[in-house]
């Protein structure tokens, strides 16, 4: 392992011994016992914190620096979320907002290229990608521009493109990142396309145009693809993953909006995410909603019954849903589905994945990701 910095409270490790914790936390051993086993003075859920970062056996290609990203928790399996591998000399970072001098310069050969035509076929994309570019089309308007689309928003966009937090943007970046959208040649804006709260927002001018690539023909062909079936491989793989994303993203929102609805301070997402994992591996969305709606209120009696402080409210509702759960599973509780909340719409990627794909209506809110299945 290449030499960096360590944490003073692991500094005590050798090289050998460093390599070993590592190993066998992802192997999934006790981390209580490797706490012990090290000789580390840290809570169970800050271990992961304290490793260092992986180091990337290529150099930074603005500097030729170290590019390190930061070690992940193993209960992280949001699948639509990455560590960031940056540079630690110059900061470059591969995410498409970098704006480094290595960056803006292929930037600007992108902007050259933009107006090129690419090919790209429909089976090319994974199922999320499919659904988010027609979930994209069928909430906002767009116009036959000759061979190809322009995509605007819709005035106003009443409907949601996904759920609030991080996920309708990674679809966004997603997109642009396999050719699906462009941006606009006249903006200094990295995207181009600002998706706040769900939503599609304009910022200045146009926001984001379709590339050359998605022409009338094009979205035929995703189109029949969809409808009649006729799907990849890899899609018929695709469905639990898109399923689980889709679910952990409006069950983020849900607790996102209880938390903040009772002024309970924000606490880290990958903390939340791990617990919703948790519990969608066995209960439906409705379900979760459920538990994290009955421990938003447990967390509140919480706050006023032992002068607790927002923070502490905050921490109890998380280890209550966590609670919850676990003594759900082992006296095999009958748990009603929420329905959906009225300050949590639906978003054009529910519609698109239950409606249209599942033809399930929003009742697919109460069936476990486990479950799902395609029509017949």
Known sequence: MPDTPLHRKIAHLSQSQLE?????????????????????DCLPSQLYKLLP??????????????????RRARTSTN???????????????????????????????????????????????????????????????????GNCLRVGPALPPTTPFAPSGDYGEHLIVHLIEVGLLRHNPQSTLPFNFSVRDGMCREQRTNLVGLSNAVTPRFLEELESLITGRNWPLLWFEDVNIMAMNLAMAECKEFYDFCASKRAFPPIASQLIEAVIFNILEDYSPGQCMRIIQSCAQYASDFLVKHSATPKMAANYMLEACQRFVEKARKENWSLQSLTRNVNCPRSMMSIMWYDHILQASDQGLSKPVALIQLPQ
């Open 20 to 40: 070993a914790l590592i190993d066998l936390y992802y192997a999934r051993k006790s981390v209580a016992g490797l706490i012990r086993e090290f000789n580390i």
């Open 53 to 70: 970062p992986k180091i990337s056996a290529v150099a930074c290609p603005n500097c030729g620096g170290r590019m390190i990203s930061k």
């Open 79 to 145: 699948t639509f979320q990455k560590s960031t591998v940056k540079c630690q000399d110059c900061h470059h970072h591969e995410n498409v907002d970098c704006r480094c001098d290595y960056c803006r310069d292929k930037h600007q050969q992108k902007k050259k290229k933009s107006d090129r035509p690419v090919a790209i076929k429909a089976t090319d994309l994974t199922l999320e990608q499919a659904v988010a570019l027609l979930s994209l089309l069928n909430g906002y308007s767009y116009q036959n521009f």
